[in-house]
């Protein structure tokens, strides 16, 4: 009896040390795993520049995981602490015991430290999740910070294609109404890649550029390094570091459908409220499907002439052309506002 007794007793430790073997093998695979789980992550971050949604759900799985394996790791170590007590009690004389003297040799020293570097794994993942939302213009009120942040990521592409396209052919009424005529002083919203007002103001005419983005008006200074406008980070609907200028002429190309429906009559009252008694506002509308990448809304002429009549504008419309992008779901409308 007491010989199956020390047989029983026997198996017990030897399953109890074998899986207590595997627990520590266990735990000190985490940070192998953590390691791996959030380098690939972010590595599909850094690759994937052009999904701000894509990089957010990334960085958030990375910011779970970390928490999800720190969370796995207390109760493993928790698991792992129950065996030793058994494995003392056991064999009291032959269990090594390592109570520690000091902060690096004290018990739960490696599952501590364990544990802060995946804290700081995941809080950096909340970070970099907040930055990138910010970036893709997905935090605060402004209506048009999604479009700018598009434009800042696409703007090196973009500007291949628009730089391809002559100014005469992308704007034929105003290519008629300032090629060869009197110095006239013009306003760009929306400037992008200074390919329209670098032909303005080789024309003559005194130019001022605004972009929001960044990236549009670095890329435009190195394109045109010898155009005379003069660059503003501003943006509608209230510009507001425009104040004693008057325009001749204010262009809006594909701009208007990026300003939230709410805030076009007041847009359109600032627009107005920077025009000399002659001046005209020219404005290209697109109609085609919508871009939640880029903040786009739905325009029409309709809408446009409703909102400028209580204004005192009159609009006139300059007929449907074809996307010289080459995009056939995309078409354009020319209008002109005038007093």
């Known amino acids: ?152 990521r696409q703007a090196k592409d973009l500007a291949e294609n628009y730089e391809l396209i002559p100014f005469e052919d992308a704007h034929p009424v105003l290519f008629n109404e300032l090629g060869g005529k009197p110095p006239r002083a013009i306003l760009d919203v929306g400037a992008g890649t200074g390919r329209d007002v670098s032909w303005m103001a080789a024309n003559g005419h005194s130019v001022i550029a605004v972009e929001p983005a960044a990236s549009f008006r670095a890329l435009a200074t190195r394109l045109h390094p010898n155009s005379s406008p003069h660059w503003l980070d501003d943006r509608l609907p209230k510009l507001e570091k425009l104040t004693a200028q008057r325009f001749d002429w204010i262009v809006l190309s594909a701009v208007w459908m990026h300003v939230h429906p709410k805030d076009r009559p007041d847009a359109l009252a600032r627009l107005k409220s920077l025009l000399t008694p002659s001046g005209k506002i020219y404005v290209t509308l697109r109609s085609g499907p919508p871009d939640q990448a880029r903040e786009i809304y739905p325009v029409t002429v309709e809408e446009l002439r409703d909102i400028s009549r209580p204004l005192g504008l009159k609009l006139q419309e300059y007929g449907e052309r074809e996307d010289l992008l080459g995009r056939t779901e995309v078409k354009w409308r020319t209008v002109v506002l005038s007093q």
């Open 1 to 152: 009896m007491m010989r199956a007794q020390d047989d029983v007793a026997i198996a017990s430790f030897n399953q109890n040390s074998e899986t207590f073997r595997s627990l520590n093998q266990l735990m000190w695979q985490i940070p192998l795993i953590a390691m791996t789980l959030t380098g690939g992550l972010w590595f599909g971050v850094s690759k994937s520049e052009t999904s701000p949604l894509f990089q957010i759900c990334l960085l958030g799985l990375s910011t779970a995981g970390n928490v999800g394996l720190l969370i796995v790791l207390y109760r493993l170590r928790y698991v792992m602490e129950r065996y030793l007590s058994w494995l003392q009690k056991f064999d009291e004389n032959g269990f090594v015991s390592a109570p520690g003297k000091d902060i690096l040799t004290k018990p739960y020293m490696v599952r501590s430290t364990f544990q802060i570097l995946l804290l700081l794994a995941a809080i950096t993942s909340v970070i970099l999740m907040v930055a990138t939302m910010k970036t893709a213009g997905w935090l605060g009120d402004d209506s048009s910070a999604r479009a700018v942040a598009f434009y800042e």
